[in-house]
């Protein structure tokens, strides 16, 4: 397993340095399914909000808790933003027919993603965000190491 760790001091950066994962995942042909975990408050949104702007998107993102997902159609393929901390039981998965999500080089991002522990599959790459001073401490890790784009 691959892991980098970075530091980023404020909200702007976190979304820019958010774009620069996006790209690396755009550059990925297959499906890719991103877990972000880390506290309330940590970052996960923000960090979205990033990676969904090296897609196209540049509105805002609205936290997708009490719908669990949130679909961003773009030209060439779709974005998946889910919030899993609202989920009751894994099993609520495969009612909304989970494994359909992984496919057509879709990319999934997700935030609690043990919520759906044994229903999720593996993760490409994983986030970790957690509260450093003023700032945020960011690990990324994947089985084979994640470029930056
Ligand atoms: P989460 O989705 O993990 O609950 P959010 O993305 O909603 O967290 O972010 C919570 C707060 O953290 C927001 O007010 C945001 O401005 C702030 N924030 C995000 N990234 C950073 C950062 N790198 N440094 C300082 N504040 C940040
Ligand atoms: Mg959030």
Redesign the pocket.
């Known amino acids: 397993e691959f892991t980098q760790e970075f530091y ?4 702007n ?2 979304v820019a ?1 958010g774009e620069r994962i996006g790209r690396s995942l755009r550059a990925q042909p297959k499906s890719q399914c991103v877990f ?1 975990n ?12 990033g990676i969904l702007r090296a897609f196209g998107h540049t509105g805002a993102v609205k ?1 997708p808790t009490y719908t669990l997902v949130e679909i961003y159609e773009f030209a060439e393929r779709r974005v998946y933003h889910f ?1 899993l901390y609202r989920l009751g039981d894994p099993e609520e998965l495969e009612y909304m027919g989970i494994r359909d999500y992984f496919s057509d080089g879709s990319i999934c991002l997700m ?1 609690w993603p043990e919520r759906g522990k044994g229903i999720l599959p593996e993760s490409d790459l994983l986030i970790d ?1 957690s509260v450093q001073g ?3 401490k960011i690990q990324l890790k994947a089985k084979t190491n994640f470029a930056l784009a």
């Open positions: 980023i001091d404020n909200e950066d976190m340095f972000l880390g506290d309330l408050g940590a970052g996960k949104t923000t960090l979205s909000r936290s919030d935030e965000v003023a700032g945020r």
